[in-house]
């Protein structure tokens, strides 16, 4: 299970309502996936008595590191008898997804985020298999209304869930998805979604500003180049 979304939607929040319902039922490895530091895994150690990971991206996109990491990591999770692994994104690149063709890709949005978030979050809602609004008790009725129509405009078959993460209400679908979810076949995981546009002179360290000083894909303000274009070296 992926668990992605945008900083403080409450990722970490959700997963503890997880611990909470499975803890002495189903023996749980958990891998946190963030840039420069975490302490995810530190808690839920603490808390739960899980096994818990922990890698930083560092100089990689998170999701481009999940990519790399993925693989070992359910070998791990597999080598201590887990039943169920859950992975947690560091939730910062809304152009990847980090959903796999195995197994449930649930994204965690803010009902406080503003009632358009869902629609500039790309693939990480438009991949998902399972939505989970948080902080339903901080906005109106309305806006919660509005926020659920528009997870539904960008991905018309996502399941739908609406929770206080803190208090863990109406999960109840969640848990049976988690338990009906069949065994993932490790050597066939491939990404859910397509990744970008392969590397570029700003993924390889250049520093210059402007679409003369780089090829590959470049983009302009204005005029011929304003749509992406591939420019040779």
């Known amino acids: 299970m992926i668990i992605a979304g945008p900083p403080s939607a409450g990722k970490t929040a959700l997963t503890k309502q997880i611990l909470k319902r499975f803890q002495g ?19 839920l150690r603490k808390e739960f008595k899980i096994m818990t990971r922990k890698i930083y991206s560092g100089d990689l996109c998170p999701d481009h590191a999940a990519v790399m990491v993925l693989g070992d990591a359910v070998d791990w999770a597999e080598s201590h008898g887990a039943d169920l692994f ?11 997804a980090p959903y796999l063709n195995q197994g449930l890709g649930i994204v965690v949005l803010s009902s406080i985020s503003g009632i358009h978030a869902p629609e500039k979050m790309g693939a990480m809602v438009s991949l998902a298999d399972v939505a989970v609004v948080t902080k339903i008790d901080l906005v109106s009725q309305a806006e ?7 997870i539904a405009e960008v991905h018309p078959r ?49 520093k210059e500003v402007g679409w003369k000083h780089h090829f590959g894909v470049v983009k302009k303000l204005d005029g011929p180049l304003a749509e992406y274009l591939f420019r040779g070296e």
Request: proline share 3%; net charge negative.
């Open 144 to 150: 919660r209304e509005v926020f659920i129509q528009k």
């Open 25 to 43: 039922e189903l023996r749980i490895a958990y891998l946190k996936i963030d840039v420069v530091k975490a302490f995810e895994d530190i808690e």
């Open 86 to 96: 859950i992975v947690e994104s560091a939730g910062l690149c809304l152009r990847c």
């Open 158 to 206: 996502v399941i739908l869930m609406e929770t206080n993460a803190l208090q863990g209400t109406s999960l109840h679908r969640l848990y049976d998805l988690i338990l009906g979810s069949p065994e993932i076949e490790k050597h066939n995981l491939v990404l859910k979604g397509s990744p970008p546009l392969g590397t570029c002179t700003i993924c390889v360290g250049k």
